[in-house]
């Protein structure tokens, strides 16, 4: 008997389920995995060997695939992670075997506002309190890895600033790097949101006065955001990975040539530290299907995708594996589409976009709903002009998802707030603009309540797809750039800052330019870069204010409006909620 959502927290019904879930060998059994290919972390968690499984499976043919992104979200989330969960239940109700990769929680979230990221109610994948507090630690090791290269650099700058040129190499066995102390290119990371360490200052002389490191500006950011994260989820294999990390590039000398992590020696090192970071975890759904967790979040400030690892392995060993695409399709599905597919080479079968009511209430005119505050009135009572109002923005990212040569699936993540009315509304506008829409109640009653969410999503794998890029890699950065703002984001236009311009044009004249990805970094809660427009805004320019060159991943970042690297902490966070039971050890009170 599985306990009722609407009457227990998310972390009460993992703990529930928690005590009929499969031992990670029954998991990996039943998923196709063979004994040898687990790598368990004690009785319930799991890592792969995907180099084993993918070599085993080579001439299996792919599973069906499929993303899963949303439309442009509330500060409170739209469920994407739940009907990811739900979704994959369905289908196994269905008879299908079915798999999900997901990305790991951060801490920032996690301890601040949006939670774990683990679905919700009868819908989300377990053991919870593992999967958000650590779990395995992939993100720490991409934080030691990231932090070690600022050591080598910070380190080797204090060098060459106490050092003449023979003693430097006598002393190092290196040559002189020149390293420019104003052309530093990256900083620290932490997985926390901590708006005190956005800007800090380093090497501050100590009683050892020159022996206390190099003092500059230096800052922190989420280490999702790190470049190590973002090579973690586009990497082939272990091979591929130890190619990048050597590319990454931390800052120019004063010739104006990059200095790399190969340059400063400790690429080898920062890969150790991520060798059994680049194999995926297992958990499992609710009702016991397989969850590949791999990679981070935040995809407006990262490239915010699970891995292509993981979702090379899921489609091996099933028939239909859901991905999933942090935040909205102008966002995550935009760099599944234009980053990632070109990375993993493959190709989606159908695309599931999640809308609910309460969002398209926000995009229709009603008070933005705030994390730890009431929802406002019009929440909680019917409005089908609300809702009329706001599926501009779901209609908006349809047409972008088709522009894709993909079939879209609206599924309206059910809350049980929403009124026959809304829903009805919703249906009549998506079916009128050619779209498959399903009602899906994967949060009240898991598997059993996805099952119209999976029918649609199986008919629509049926339909012939045109997968097609957005863009050429051969075009111009900016050219691509407009692109994306006009077609994608619905923008008039494109303003560049002076740094951000100059920025463009150097990478634009490097050997590799066309080799070059585009990962954009915008604000999740407008199509536009402004977070306080809703809907579909009219008449506005992208503004550009910067441009990072991340060498080893491959791509191009250009920052656009007023979003950092380092979210901050609010004045009510979750981890406010969150205790330990102190006779059974057991965390209460994640969501």
């Given at each position: ?6 009457q ?8 529930d389920?928690?005590?009929?879930m499969?031992?990670i ?13 687990l ?15 993918l ?17 442009t ?15 994959v239940?369905?289908l ?9 990769a ?27 309190t ?5 779990f ?5 090791a ?21 050092y ?13 790097l ?11 990371v ?6 005190a360490?956005r800007?800090i ?6 009683h ?14 989420m ?11 586009i990497?082939?294999d ?17 010739d104006?040539?990059?200095v ?6 400790v ?13 995926p ?11 590949f ?12 995708q ?9 489609l ?12 909205g399709?102008?966002i ?22 999640v ?72 249906r ?11 009602l ?5 009653l898991?598997?059993?309540?996805a ?19 957005l ?25 560049y ?14 050997p590799?330019?066309?080799e ?11 199509l536009?870069d ?5 809907g ?13 060159l ?14 950092n ?10 981890f406010?909620r ?14």
């Amino acid at each position: 008997m599985v306990l009722d959502p609407t009457q227990h927290a998310d972390w009460e019904i993992a703990r529930d389920a928690e005590s009929r879930m499969k031992t990670i060998y029954e998991l990996g059994r039943d998923a196709g995995l063979e004994e040898k290919e687990l790598l368990p972390y004690g009785h319930y968690i799991g890592k792969v060997d995907y180099r084993a499984v993918l070599k085993r499976l080579e001439n299996r043919p792919n599973g069906r695939y499929v993303d899963v992104t949303a439309i442009t979200p509330t500060p409170l989330g739209e469920g994407k992670s739940t009907t990811t969960m739900g979704l994959v239940q369905g289908l196994a109700r269905r008879g299908q075997r079915s798999s999900a990769a997901i990305r790991q929680p951060s801490g920032g979230p996690t301890m601040g506002v949006k939670g774990s990221a683990a679905g919700g109610g009868l819908s989300q994948c377990i053991p919870l309190t593992p999967y958000s507090l650590g779990f395995t630690g992939d993100i720490n090791a991409v934080m030691n890895a990231h932090n070690l290269a600022m050591v080598a650099l910070t380190a080797r700058m204090q060098h060459e600033r106490n050092y003449d040129d023979e003693k430097l190499l006598r002393l190092s066995g290196m040559p002189r790097l020149n390293i420019d102390p104003t052309r530093v290119t990256i900083g620290w990371v932490i997985d926390f949101c901590c708006q005190a360490l956005r800007n800090i200052i380093i090497g501050i002389d100590g009683h050892g006065g020159r022996s206390d490191g190099f003092m500059m500006r230096s800052h922190f950011d989420m280490a999702v955001s790190s470049e190590v994260m973002a090579i973690l989820s586009i990497a082939r294999d272990l091979e591929d990975m130890r190619t990048r990390i050597g590319k990454i590039i931390v800052a120019y000398d004063r010739d104006g040539k990059p200095v790399t992590t190969s340059d400063l020696e400790v690429a080898g090192a920062m890969t150790a530290w991520m060798i059994d970071a680049i194999n995926p975890n297992l958990i499992q759904t609710i009702e016991g299907q397989p969850v590949f967790v791999h990679a981070g979040p935040f995809a407006n400030i990262a490239i915010g995708q699970s891995s292509v690892i993981a979702d090379r392995v899921g489609l091996k060993l099933s028939d239909y594996h859901v991905t999933e695409s942090g935040f909205g399709a102008d966002i995550g599905y935009e760099k599944f589409w234009n980053l990632k597919c070109h990375y993993s080479g493959l190709v989606p079968d159908a695309a599931v976009i999640v809308a609910t009511i309460r969002a398209l209430k926000s995009h229709g005119g009603a008070p933005a709903p705030l994390p730890g505050r009431p929802l406002p009135e019009e929440y909680r009572k019917e409005n089908v002009g609300f809702v009329e109002a706001g599926c501009c923005n779901l209609l908006h990212h349809i047409v972008s998802v088709r522009k894709s040569g993909v079939s879209p699936v609206v599924c309206i993540n059910s809350f049980v707030t929403d009124t026959p009315a809304e829903i009805a509304k919703v249906r009549e506008l998506c079916e009128a603009a050619g779209a498959r829409v399903a009602l899906s109640r994967h949060w009240e009653l898991g598997g059993e309540g996805a099952l119209e969410l999976a029918d649609a999503f199986m008919d629509a794998c049926n339909d012939k797809q045109t997968f097609t890029p957005l863009y050429l890699w051969s075009m111009p950065f900016k050219e691509r750039i407009e692109r994306i703002a006009r077609e994608i984001y619905g923008a008039s236009g494109v303003e560049y800052s002076e740094k951000a311009s100059s920025a463009l044009d150097s990478f634009q004249k490097l050997p590799n330019a066309s080799e070059l990805g585009l990962c954009m970094v915008k604000t999740q809660f407008s199509l536009s870069d402004n977070p306080a427009l809703k809907g579909v805004p009219r008449g506005w320019t992208l503004h550009i204010r910067d441009a990072l060159l991340y060498g080893g991943a491959g791509f191009v970042v250009p920052v656009a409006g007023d979003i950092n690297l380092m979210p901050g902490t609010g004045s009510n966070p979750a981890f406010r909620r969150i205790d330990v039971d102190t006779l059974t050890g057991q965390v209460q009170g994640i969501f």
